[in-house]
């Protein structure tokens, strides 16, 4: 997070509200996809299931939700993005 604020920062000098907002919520989104992962994980591995096997059923099930959910965020918050409001744009 500090990576993109930094580089947001140098690009376009300042850093918005929305920004901030869209940080805060992208943090909450990775720190749910990394239990659900967790989760998946460490239930395979208590049923018995080896940990190869187990990481390649959690990236299988839980990876391909976690790709499909990102892709749709992003595509729903890209028209955001081309709004004349900066707040919006910024948001977007």
Known sequence: ?????????ALAGEIS?????VAALTYGIVVDDTVHVLARF???RKAGVDAIEAVRDTYATVGLAIVVTSLALAISF????LSGF???RHFG
């Open 1 to 9: 997070m500090a990576l993109a604020f930094g580089l947001w920062g």
């Open 17 to 21: 509200f929305a920004a901030t907002v």
């Open 78 to 81: 890209l028209p955001f993005a």
């Open 86 to 88: 900066l707040v919006n």
């Open 42 to 44: 460490r239930r395979l």
